[in-house]
Protein backbone atom coordinates (compact mmCIF):
# COMPACT_ATOMS: atom_id res chain seq x y z
CA UNK A 1 0.00 0.00 0.00
CA UNK A 2 2.86 2.28 0.86
CA UNK A 3 4.69 1.76 -2.96
CA UNK A 4 1.35 2.78 -4.36
CA UNK A 5 0.55 5.65 -2.46
CA UNK A 6 4.47 6.82 -3.37
CA UNK A 7 4.28 5.84 -6.82
CA UNK A 8 0.65 7.03 -7.07
CA UNK A 9 1.23 10.96 -5.24
CA UNK A 10 4.24 11.18 -6.58
CA UNK A 11 2.64 11.02 -10.42
CA UNK A 12 -0.36 13.34 -9.19
CA UNK A 13 2.71 16.44 -8.27
CA UNK A 14 5.28 15.78 -11.16
CA UNK A 15 2.64 15.90 -13.86
CA UNK A 16 1.61 19.19 -13.35
CA UNK A 17 4.49 20.16 -12.34
CA UNK A 18 6.59 18.97 -15.61
CA UNK A 19 3.58 19.99 -17.84
CA UNK A 20 2.97 23.08 -16.83
CA UNK A 21 5.98 24.11 -14.80
CA UNK A 22 8.68 23.23 -17.41
CA UNK A 23 6.35 23.35 -20.24
CA UNK A 24 7.34 19.92 -21.32
CA UNK A 25 2.99 18.81 -22.04
CA UNK A 26 1.82 15.21 -22.32
CA UNK A 27 5.74 14.68 -22.64
CA UNK A 28 6.18 15.70 -19.08
CA UNK A 29 3.42 13.64 -18.18
CA UNK A 30 5.07 10.32 -19.84
CA UNK A 31 8.27 11.24 -17.95
CA UNK A 32 6.30 11.31 -14.81
CA UNK A 33 4.43 8.30 -15.02
CA UNK A 34 8.43 6.48 -15.20
CA UNK A 35 9.87 8.15 -12.92
CA UNK A 36 7.28 7.51 -10.43
CA UNK A 37 6.91 3.62 -11.00
CA UNK A 38 10.86 3.51 -10.94
CA UNK A 39 10.79 5.23 -7.18
CA UNK A 40 7.91 2.82 -6.21
CA UNK A 41 9.85 0.19 -7.86
CA UNK A 42 12.94 0.64 -6.06
CA UNK A 43 10.82 1.44 -2.65
CA UNK A 44 9.71 -2.37 -3.09
CA UNK A 45 13.26 -3.52 -3.83
CA UNK A 46 14.64 -1.99 -0.45
CA UNK A 47 11.55 -3.32 1.17
CA UNK A 48 12.60 -7.06 0.73
CA UNK A 49 16.24 -6.54 0.57
CA UNK A 50 15.96 -5.45 4.24
CA UNK A 51 14.61 -8.68 4.70
CA UNK A 52 11.46 -6.66 6.47
CA UNK A 53 8.83 -8.89 3.47
CA UNK A 54 8.39 -12.74 4.52
CA UNK A 55 10.44 -13.23 1.05
CA UNK A 56 13.58 -12.84 1.28
CA UNK A 57 15.70 -12.95 -1.95
CA UNK A 58 18.38 -15.30 -2.29
CA UNK A 59 20.69 -16.26 -5.18
CA UNK A 60 19.87 -19.99 -5.22
CA UNK A 61 16.18 -19.74 -5.19
CA UNK A 62 16.36 -17.41 -7.90
CA UNK A 63 16.85 -19.61 -10.59
CA UNK A 64 14.38 -20.09 -13.44
CA UNK A 65 12.34 -23.45 -12.99
CA UNK A 66 10.62 -25.22 -16.11
CA UNK A 67 8.16 -26.90 -13.86
CA UNK A 68 7.37 -23.33 -12.04
CA UNK A 69 7.03 -21.27 -14.66
CA UNK A 70 4.36 -23.16 -17.03
CA UNK A 71 2.07 -23.52 -13.37
CA UNK A 72 2.98 -19.62 -13.19
CA UNK A 73 2.00 -18.86 -17.04
CA UNK A 74 -1.27 -21.42 -16.60
CA UNK A 75 -2.74 -19.77 -14.07
CA UNK A 76 -1.32 -16.06 -14.95
CA UNK A 77 -2.77 -16.39 -18.37
CA UNK A 78 -6.65 -15.41 -17.38
CA UNK A 79 -5.36 -12.18 -15.65
CA UNK A 80 -2.49 -11.44 -18.87
CA UNK A 81 -5.74 -12.17 -21.16
CA UNK A 82 -8.28 -10.04 -19.17
CA UNK A 83 -6.24 -6.83 -18.94
CA UNK A 84 -5.48 -7.44 -22.56
CA UNK A 85 -9.27 -8.09 -24.11
CA UNK A 86 -10.23 -4.56 -22.12
CA UNK A 87 -8.06 -2.73 -25.04
CA UNK A 88 -8.99 -5.47 -28.14
CA UNK A 89 -12.70 -4.97 -27.28
CA UNK A 90 -12.19 -0.97 -27.17
CA UNK A 91 -11.71 -1.41 -31.42
CA UNK A 92 -15.42 -2.83 -31.53
CA UNK A 93 -16.56 -0.22 -28.96
CA UNK A 94 -14.98 2.80 -31.28
CA UNK A 95 -15.97 1.62 -34.60
CA UNK A 96 -19.93 0.98 -33.15
CA UNK A 97 -20.02 4.59 -31.49
CA UNK A 98 -18.31 6.17 -34.56
CA UNK A 99 -20.65 4.33 -36.76
CA UNK A 100 -24.07 4.96 -34.75
CA UNK A 101 -23.69 8.00 -32.50
CA UNK A 102 -19.91 9.94 -33.83
CA UNK A 103 -18.32 12.15 -31.68
CA UNK A 104 -20.77 12.66 -29.09
CA UNK A 105 -21.18 9.07 -28.06
CA UNK A 106 -17.07 8.49 -28.01
CA UNK A 107 -17.19 11.48 -25.97
CA UNK A 108 -19.99 10.31 -23.40
CA UNK A 109 -18.46 6.56 -23.53
CA UNK A 110 -15.12 7.93 -22.39
CA UNK A 111 -16.49 9.70 -19.01
CA UNK A 112 -18.66 6.40 -18.60
CA UNK A 113 -16.19 4.28 -18.44
CA UNK A 114 -14.25 6.54 -16.05
CA UNK A 115 -16.73 6.78 -13.81
CA UNK A 116 -17.59 3.02 -13.90
CA UNK A 117 -13.67 2.53 -13.27
CA UNK A 118 -14.90 3.24 -9.28
CA UNK A 119 -16.76 0.76 -9.36
CA UNK A 120 -14.97 -2.01 -11.28
CA UNK A 121 -11.63 -1.55 -9.61
CA UNK A 122 -13.88 -2.04 -6.09
CA UNK A 123 -14.66 -5.26 -7.38
CA UNK A 124 -11.59 -6.09 -8.25
CA UNK A 125 -9.90 -5.16 -5.03
CA UNK A 126 -12.56 -7.58 -3.46
CA UNK A 127 -11.16 -10.27 -5.65
CA UNK A 128 -7.55 -9.54 -5.02
CA UNK A 129 -8.38 -9.56 -1.47
CA UNK A 130 -10.17 -13.02 -1.48
CA UNK A 131 -7.25 -14.65 -3.98
CA UNK A 132 -4.60 -14.98 -1.00
CA UNK A 133 -7.41 -16.23 1.17
CA UNK A 134 -8.25 -18.84 -1.20
CA UNK A 135 -4.84 -20.03 -1.98
CA UNK A 136 -3.69 -20.17 1.91
CA UNK A 137 -6.87 -21.96 2.88
CA UNK A 138 -6.99 -23.97 -0.53
CA UNK A 139 -2.88 -25.26 0.73
CA UNK A 140 -4.10 -25.94 4.07
CA UNK A 141 -6.51 -27.74 3.26
CA UNK A 142 -9.48 -25.50 4.79
CA UNK A 143 -12.12 -25.81 2.20
CA UNK A 144 -14.71 -24.46 4.62
CA UNK A 145 -12.98 -21.16 5.06
CA UNK A 146 -12.79 -20.74 1.11
CA UNK A 147 -16.84 -21.50 0.78
CA UNK A 148 -16.92 -18.80 3.79
CA UNK A 149 -14.62 -16.55 2.19
CA UNK A 150 -16.45 -17.26 -1.68
CA UNK A 151 -19.72 -16.18 -0.11
CA UNK A 152 -18.45 -12.81 1.57
CA UNK A 153 -16.64 -11.53 -1.15
CA UNK A 154 -20.18 -12.05 -3.01
CA UNK A 155 -21.83 -10.65 -0.80
CA UNK A 156 -19.50 -7.35 -0.83
CA UNK A 157 -19.39 -7.43 -4.27
CA UNK A 158 -22.89 -7.42 -5.46
CA UNK A 159 -23.67 -4.75 -2.16
CA UNK A 160 -20.95 -2.51 -3.97
CA UNK A 161 -22.47 -3.01 -7.26
CA UNK A 162 -25.61 -2.20 -6.72
CA UNK A 163 -24.77 0.97 -4.25
CA UNK A 164 -23.00 2.34 -7.09
CA UNK A 165 -25.22 1.86 -9.66
CA UNK A 166 -27.93 3.39 -7.82
CA UNK A 167 -25.11 6.32 -6.60
CA UNK A 168 -24.73 7.08 -10.06
CA UNK A 169 -28.39 6.57 -11.98
CA UNK A 170 -29.54 9.13 -9.08
CA UNK A 171 -26.59 11.82 -9.95
CA UNK A 172 -26.29 10.89 -13.32
CA UNK A 173 -26.53 14.84 -14.52
CA UNK A 174 -24.28 16.38 -12.11
CA UNK A 175 -22.18 13.58 -12.85
CA UNK A 176 -22.36 14.51 -16.47
CA UNK A 177 -22.17 17.76 -15.98
CA UNK A 178 -18.71 17.40 -14.05
CA UNK A 179 -17.52 16.69 -17.57
CA UNK A 180 -19.25 18.84 -20.07
CA UNK A 181 -22.33 21.51 -20.22
CA UNK A 182 -23.48 20.58 -23.70
CA UNK A 183 -26.75 19.56 -24.14
CA UNK A 184 -26.47 17.04 -26.77
CA UNK A 185 -23.48 15.44 -24.64
CA UNK A 186 -25.90 15.30 -21.74
CA UNK A 187 -28.90 13.86 -23.64
CA UNK A 188 -26.88 11.35 -25.07
CA UNK A 189 -24.75 10.56 -21.79
CA UNK A 190 -28.20 10.28 -19.38
CA UNK A 191 -29.60 7.52 -22.16
CA UNK A 192 -26.32 5.75 -22.28
CA UNK A 193 -25.62 5.98 -18.13
CA UNK A 194 -29.08 4.38 -17.67
CA UNK A 195 -28.79 1.55 -20.24
CA UNK A 196 -24.81 0.54 -19.82
CA UNK A 197 -24.98 0.29 -16.17
CA UNK A 198 -27.47 -1.97 -15.45
CA UNK A 199 -25.36 -4.91 -14.91
CA UNK A 200 -22.84 -3.65 -12.95
CA UNK A 201 -24.31 -5.83 -9.59
CA UNK A 202 -24.13 -8.71 -11.82
CA UNK A 203 -20.37 -8.47 -12.32
CA UNK A 204 -19.08 -9.18 -9.11
CA UNK A 205 -20.04 -12.63 -9.71
CA UNK A 206 -17.34 -12.87 -12.71
CA UNK A 207 -14.39 -10.79 -10.97
CA UNK A 208 -14.84 -13.38 -7.51
CA UNK A 209 -15.45 -16.71 -9.76
CA UNK A 210 -12.72 -15.91 -12.00
CA UNK A 211 -10.37 -14.99 -9.45
CA UNK A 212 -11.30 -18.08 -7.22
CA UNK A 213 -10.56 -20.44 -9.89
CA UNK A 214 -7.06 -18.96 -10.27
CA UNK A 215 -6.86 -19.30 -6.59
CA UNK A 216 -7.20 -22.76 -6.89
CA UNK A 217 -4.89 -23.53 -9.96
CA UNK A 218 -7.82 -24.09 -12.24
CA UNK A 219 -6.00 -22.58 -15.22
CA UNK A 220 -9.24 -23.58 -17.60
CA UNK A 221 -12.20 -22.16 -16.00
CA UNK A 222 -10.20 -19.23 -14.69
CA UNK A 223 -9.53 -18.59 -18.42
CA UNK A 224 -12.56 -19.11 -20.03
CA UNK A 225 -14.49 -16.73 -17.06
CA UNK A 226 -11.55 -13.83 -18.06
CA UNK A 227 -12.49 -13.82 -21.63
CA UNK A 228 -15.89 -14.49 -21.63
CA UNK A 229 -17.19 -11.10 -20.15
CA UNK A 230 -15.32 -8.64 -22.78
CA UNK A 231 -14.28 -11.18 -25.41
CA UNK A 232 -16.70 -14.12 -25.76
CA UNK A 233 -20.12 -12.26 -25.04
CA UNK A 234 -19.53 -8.11 -25.54
CA UNK A 235 -17.30 -8.17 -28.76
CA UNK A 236 -20.34 -10.21 -30.70
CA UNK A 237 -23.26 -8.04 -29.01
CA UNK A 238 -21.75 -5.04 -29.70
CA UNK A 239 -21.28 -6.17 -33.31
CA UNK A 240 -24.83 -7.50 -33.83
CA UNK A 241 -27.22 -5.32 -31.60
CA UNK A 242 -26.61 -1.88 -33.03
CA UNK A 243 -27.69 -2.94 -36.48
CA UNK A 244 -30.81 -3.43 -34.75
CA UNK A 245 -31.28 -0.74 -32.25
CA UNK A 246 -29.16 1.62 -33.45
CA UNK A 247 -26.82 3.54 -30.90
CA UNK A 248 -28.93 2.09 -27.73
CA UNK A 249 -27.59 -1.53 -29.24
CA UNK A 250 -24.17 -0.49 -28.28
CA UNK A 251 -25.13 0.77 -24.75
CA UNK A 252 -27.08 -2.23 -24.67
CA UNK A 253 -24.60 -4.78 -25.31
CA UNK A 254 -22.93 -3.75 -21.85
CA UNK A 255 -25.64 -5.27 -19.21
CA UNK A 256 -26.45 -8.26 -21.65
CA UNK A 257 -22.87 -9.46 -21.74
CA UNK A 258 -22.76 -8.84 -18.03
CA UNK A 259 -26.06 -10.98 -17.74
CA UNK A 260 -24.64 -13.99 -20.05
CA UNK A 261 -20.98 -13.44 -18.02
CA UNK A 262 -23.37 -13.82 -14.61
CA UNK A 263 -25.11 -17.07 -15.60
CA UNK A 264 -21.69 -18.59 -16.76
CA UNK A 265 -19.98 -17.90 -13.85
CA UNK A 266 -22.83 -18.95 -11.44
CA UNK A 267 -22.86 -22.42 -13.44
CA UNK A 268 -19.10 -23.00 -12.84
CA UNK A 269 -19.37 -22.12 -9.20
CA UNK A 270 -22.25 -24.09 -8.47
CA UNK A 271 -20.64 -27.21 -10.07
CA UNK A 272 -17.40 -26.21 -7.38
CA UNK A 273 -20.12 -26.08 -4.16
CA UNK A 274 -21.81 -29.13 -5.90
CA UNK A 275 -18.90 -31.49 -5.86
CA UNK A 276 -17.46 -29.94 -2.58
CA UNK A 277 -20.87 -31.05 -1.03
CA UNK A 278 -21.00 -34.38 -2.28
CA UNK A 279 -17.41 -35.41 -0.97
CA UNK A 280 -18.08 -33.69 2.23
CA UNK A 281 -21.30 -35.15 2.78
CA UNK A 282 -19.86 -38.93 1.72
CA UNK A 283 -16.12 -38.22 3.91
CA UNK A 284 -18.43 -37.36 6.57
CA UNK A 285 -20.61 -40.62 6.92
CA UNK A 286 -16.99 -42.47 6.50
CA UNK A 287 -14.26 -40.93 8.62
CA UNK A 288 -16.22 -38.11 10.07
CA UNK A 289 -16.55 -33.79 9.87
CA UNK A 290 -13.19 -33.09 10.69
CA UNK A 291 -10.93 -35.37 8.08
CA UNK A 292 -13.74 -34.54 5.32
CA UNK A 293 -13.22 -30.77 5.58
CA UNK A 294 -9.81 -31.44 4.97
CA UNK A 295 -10.02 -33.46 1.50
CA UNK A 296 -9.91 -31.79 -1.49
CA UNK A 297 -12.80 -32.43 -3.43
CA UNK A 298 -11.36 -30.14 -6.49
Known amino acids: MNAMLVGGGLNIFLDPFLMFGFGMGVKGAAIATVISQAIASVWLLLY ?14 LK ?43 AVFGVIIKVN ?12 GLQP ?32 LLIILLFKEQILGLFSADPQYLEIGENAMTIMLLGMPLVGMNVITSIL ?28 LPRFYQLNGVWAAFPVSDFLAFLLSGFLLLRVYKVFKEYKESLKTATGSETADQISPI
Open 48 to 61: YLKGKGAVRFRSET
Open 64 to 106: PDLEIVKEIVAIGIGSFVMQCSSSFMMIFVFNALATYGGDGAI
Open 117 to 128: SFIFMSLLGMGF
Open 133 to 164: IVGFNYGAKKYGRIAEAVKLSLAATTAIGTLG
Open 213 to 240: FQALGKARPAFLLSISRQLLFLIPLVTL
